[in-house]
Antibody, heavy 123, light 106 residues
Framework: QVTLRESSPALVKPTQTLTLTCTFS??????????VSWIRQPPGKALEWLAL???????YYNTSLKTRLTIFRDTSKNQVVLTMTNMDPVDTATYYC???????????????WGQGTLVTVSS | SYELTQPPSVSVSPGQTASITCSGD??????ACWYQQKPGQSPVLVIY???ERPSGIPERFSGSSSGNTATLTIRATQAMDEADYYC?????????FGGGTKLTVL
């Protein structure tokens, strides 16, 4: 049974750094084709992909946010962490982590999602 | 950067067929997937690799792709299918989502 759970502070102040932790079970991030993604959704708006780390440890980032994001994994703890610097009120959103499966060279789809964590940016 | 365009809204009567489109440059050459999201819930994968259905997804959901368009089709639409739907592709080194389509069943 695959599960993912996000954890983070519910409230961060502008200019602070947000640290999001995804704790997962039911799969190995070291197995070929396994990845973990971070996706966010501002209230009432669309999904926005942020970052992905794959089974080889390769990292991919949203081009527009790349300078603010860092993704890394702790395979011993089954965790993937995303940090986002210089937080702003426009970053208020529900942040999701998801298991992403890579197959056939260029097929990437997120087949299991966490419940999401709402992060509010406010002073 | 690669962009995917979806209609903001689609309406369908119960029992009829709903089609939701997703447009992007040479989208038919990529593998599209589709997510369903109901209010207050996490997205659920309903179609992957353009036309494959995950376990547990009803057969009335299907997907196709050709040219610059991918299409999610829901046959015999039910009230429970009312939700937001998002298309998504891998663009070589980034994941790209469409802007989402709100499906209304009325």
């Amino acid at each position: 049974q695959v599960t993912l759970r996000e954890s983070s502070p519910a409230l961060v102040k502008p200019t602070q750094t947000l640290t999001l932790t995804c704790t997962f079970s039911g799969f190995s991030l070291s197995s070929s084709g396994m990845c973990v993604s971070w996706i966010r959704q501002p209230p009432g708006k669309a999904l926005e992909w942020l970052a992905l780390i794959d089974w080889d440890g390769d990292k991919y980032y949203n081009t527009s946010l790349k300078t603010r994001l860092t993704i890394f994994r702790d395979t011993s703890k089954n965790q993937v962490v995303l940090t986002m610097t210089n937080m702003d009120p426009v970053d208020t959103a529900t942040y999701y982590c998801a298991r992403t499966t890579a197959s056939r060279g260029d097929s990437f789809y997120s087949d299991f999602w966490g419940q999401g964590t709402l992060v509010t940016v406010s002073s | 950067s690669y962009e995917l365009t979806q209609p903001p809204s689609v309406s369908v009567s119960p029992g009829q067929t709903a089609s939701i489109t997703c447009s992007g440059d040479k989208l038919g050459d990529k593998f599209a997937c589709w997510y369903q999201q109901k209010p207050g819930q996490s997205p659920v994968l309903v179609i992957y690799e353009s036309g494959e259905r995950p376990s547990g997804i009803p057969e009335r959901f299907s997907g196709s792709s050709s040219g610059n368009t991918a299409t999610l089709t829901i046959r015999a639409t039910q009230a429970m299918d009312e939700a937001d739907y998002y298309c998504q592709v891998w663009d070589g080194n980034t994941v790209v989502f469409g802007g989402g389509t709100k499906l209304t069943v009325l």
